[in-house]
């Protein structure tokens, strides 16, 4: 969904509600193995024009199939987040060849006026939430590096300590 800067008027809450389609998701993670969804994402975003910057709230959710990073086994797990964004237009940052951020720059992105497209800042917000290691369960024994036995289905028959 792109969102035309001209449409938010100053100060006035412009709000949108609607989904990412199942297919666009799954491209957008293409380069994670076994990550895929199962529901196309649905949003919920609110968008201020501050003059300088362009705050925007979101709730977004979306039901992935992901494979867990120590058992293997592919688990489903439903993603609910609030996004809090400040949009600053791209040309308003300048030419600066290296910037340093502080921690207060981190929920800031850029945008190219006059547009804004916003599933992919959604997505990209998923995106960054997935863990790197991502577990079925926060009790995940994994796999015996012996016999390669899946320990949360019960104890192998190897002897290791």
Do not use: W
């Not at 529901?39 to 705050?55: M, Q, S, T, Y």
């Not at 720059?105 to 916003?118: E, G, R, S």
Request: glycine share 6%; proline share 2%.
């Amino acid at each position: 969904m792109i969102i035309q800067t001209s449409s938010l008027g100053f100060g006035k809450d412009f709000t949108v509600t609607s989904e990412i389609p199942v297919e666009e998701v799954n491209e957008y993670f293409a380069d994670l193995e076994e990550c895929r969804a199962l529901e196309p994402l649905r949003f919920e975003a609110h968008l201020v024009n501050h003059g300088k910057f362009i705050d925007l709230q979101a709730d977004i959710s979306v039901k992935l199939s992901l494979c867990c990073y120590r058992c293997g086994e592919i688990f489903t797990r439903c993603f609910a987040s609030h996004v809090s964004l400040k949009l600053i237009e791209a040309s308003s940052v300048g030419g600066v060849e290296e910037v340093i951020l502080s921690e207060d720059d981190l929920d800031t992105i850029t945008y190219q006026d006059p547009q804004i497209h916003l599933n992919d800042i959604l997505l990209e917000s998923i995106y960054l939430e997935l863990d790197d290691e991502c577990l079925c369960s926060d009790n995940c024994k994994g796999i015996c590096i012996q016999c390669g036995k899946n320990l949360n289905q019960g104890p192998c028959s190897c002897n290791l300590s």
